[in-house]
């Protein structure tokens, strides 16, 4: 069975930076399709990135707008998201996800970690 644990969340300024990283233990990552989503209460899970593990090719959100890149080190087993010029929309629970289908949507994700809180403020 694979966990996933997120690090790297806290609070930043908006315009300001941060690299969250995603590390599996369990069980390794490169066969599988990785992904970032993010949610906040009320509202619905939406997708910020994912990366494929065949060709690390890499899908972004909307929300994204050119902000956020996805990253993988299979030999790490880590999945990373560097975020900058952030801004207080983006303030949300971030959690990584693995899944053998290469898809926006969650239910395509099979393991799911804790996710970790990104806050920012204006």
């Known amino acids: 069975q694979m966990q996933l644990v997120e690090s790297g969340g806290g609070l930043v300024q908006a315009g300001g930076s941060l690299r969250l990283s995603c590390l599996a233990t369990?069980?390794?990552?490169?066969?599988?399709?990785m992904a970032w989503f993010r949610h906040t209460p009320g509202k619905e899970r939406e997708i910020v990135a994912a990366?494929?593990?065949?060709?690390?090719?890499?899908y972004y959100g909307d929300i994204v707008q050119g902000r956020f890149t996805i990253s993988r080190d299979n030999a790490k087993n880590t999945v990373d998201l560097q975020m900058i010029n952030l801004k207080p929309e983006d303030t949300a629970i971030y959690t990584c996800?693995?899944?053998?289908?290469?898809?926006?949507?969650?239910?395509?994700?099979?393991?799911w970690g804790q996710g970790i809180q990104v806050t920012v403020s204006p």
């Open positions: 996800a693995a899944g053998g289908q290469f898809s926006r949507e969650a239910k395509h994700y099979t393991n």
């Open positions: 369990g069980r390794a990552i490169n066969h599988y399709n």
């Open positions: 990366i494929r593990y065949v060709d690390q090719g890499t």
